[in-house]
């Protein structure tokens, strides 16, 4: 019995060892990567303001959004207990390869009284879908209405998301 037991006990072990060589803890791998940076105008999400926008412009390579860009004789921010439509602020065009959802977030101090639109879907909800090429026109409203006084809201900044379907 002891003959029998032998032969198996030893191609159980064999096993054992040809299962475990493949296991190793970690692995250092050195390559090369090039990575270009370029300005929201030229990028895979290309960001850019209306052609006849005034409350958006390009500088130093971003895109930046003021409310008070389009503001005549010193007025210097949007009316309290009223909705602000802006109307069409900045394009989001897709120069990848693949179609992409887009969607929009903000960080806003205060009370939020910021909604970004476009014509293609809801950009703070589910998203835009953009094929390759595809441009979406964004739209902002500011709605003060209510109890929001001078100061009560700042937009600082918004994070827009594309991710490939």
């Known amino acids: 019995m002891m003959k029998k037991l032998i032969p198996l006990f030893g191609i159980l072990l064999a096993a054992i060892v ?3 060589t493949g296991a190793f803890t970690s692995v250092t791998a050195d390559r ?4 270009s940076v370029t300005g929201d105008a030229d ?4 960001l850019n ?8 412009t390009i500088t130093d390579g971003k895109l930046v959004i003021d ?3 389009g503001a005549q004789n010193g007025a210097t921010g949007v009316n309290p207990d009223a909705v602000t439509d802006l109307g069409d602020v900045f394009t989001i065009t897709n120069n990848g390869t693949q179609t992409v959802n887009v ?3 903000k960080s806003v101090t205060g009370t939020d009284v910021y909604t970004f639109s476009s014509d293609d879907g809801d950009l703070e909800g589910d998203g835009v879908s953009l094929a390759s090429g595809v441009s979406t026109t964004v739209s902002i409203q500011i709605d003060t ?8 809201s700042e937009l600082t900044g918004i994070t827009i998301t594309a991710t490939a379907n």
């Open 32 to 35: 090369e990567a090039t990575i």
């Open 145 to 152: 209405t209510g109890s929001i006084g001078s100061g009560d």
């Open 49 to 56: 303001p209306v052609t006849d926008g005034e409350y958006a």
């Open 43 to 46: 990028a895979l999400l290309a």
């Open 103 to 105: 969607t929009l977030s």
């Open 67 to 69: 409310a008070t860009l």
């Open 18 to 20: 040809v299962m475990s």
